[in-house]
């Protein structure tokens, strides 16, 4: 399918991606713009299911002035499991969003989409609905920056009621990493 546009945020001191892909079948491309005239300088920070990732490709990334560059995250750091993105600007103005694009391998077309990026970690966010019917894979991801393990628990909110799933758990996500959650029933 084609992507919808994303819709164009303001430049921010840092912008966090969850479910990020670097595989054959999940990819993503972080696009990077600077609307300055000088050069920017961007830091990305990957948390992979086992911590932070080395990638040093991704420090120091640098856009110059009204431009933006693209970076192919299978190209740069090819992994199979799900990822999240901290881009810091460590210099200038740096508006980020990012191309997601799954394809299931045998199984039909490519889906992808462009992602906006939200600007600081939450203790609570409010995801949109998912269609009911759909065979898509239904996951999950939460991202954890900080020093301490978190644990995510997971309600429904409907026109009638709020409610956790019963069969949800809750989940565990260790210190700078990236856990996914099954959703699919």
């Known amino acids: 399918t084609t992507p919808a546009a994303a819709t164009c ?12 892909g670097a595989g054959a079948g999940h990819t993503s491309v972080l696009e990077l713009t600077n609307p300055d005239s000088g050069t920017a300088i961007a830091d990305v ?12 490709r991704l420090r120091g990334v640098s856009v110059p002035g009204g431009t933006s560059v693209q970076v192919d995250l299978a190209a740069d750091l090819p992994r199979r499991d799900e990822l999240s993105l901290d881009v810091v600007a460590a210099r200038g103005r740096i508006g980020a969003t990012l191309l997601d694009r799954i394809d299931p391998l045998g199984r039909g077309g490519t889906l992808q989409d462009w992602l906006p990026a939200q600007s600081e970690p ?13 065979d898509a894979r239904r996951v999950l991801a939460v991202a954890n920056g900080g020093p301490d393990e978190v644990r995510v628990s997971v309600q429904v909110v409907t026109d009638r009621s709020v409610f956790t799933p019963k069969d949800v758990p809750d ?15």
């Not at 989940?171 to 029933?185: D, F, I």
Request: proline share 12%; aromatic share 6%.
């Open 9 to 20: 945020l303001a430049p921010q001191p840092g912008s966090w991606f969850t479910g990020v």
């Open 45 to 56: 920070l990957v948390y992979g299911r086992h911590g932070l990732v080395d990638a040093p």
């Open 122 to 134: 939450s203790t609570s966010n409010l995801l949109m609905g998912l269609a009911p019917g759909s």
């Open 171 to 185: 989940l565990r996500v260790p210190p700078q990493s990236t856990a996914k959650l099954n959703l699919s029933g």
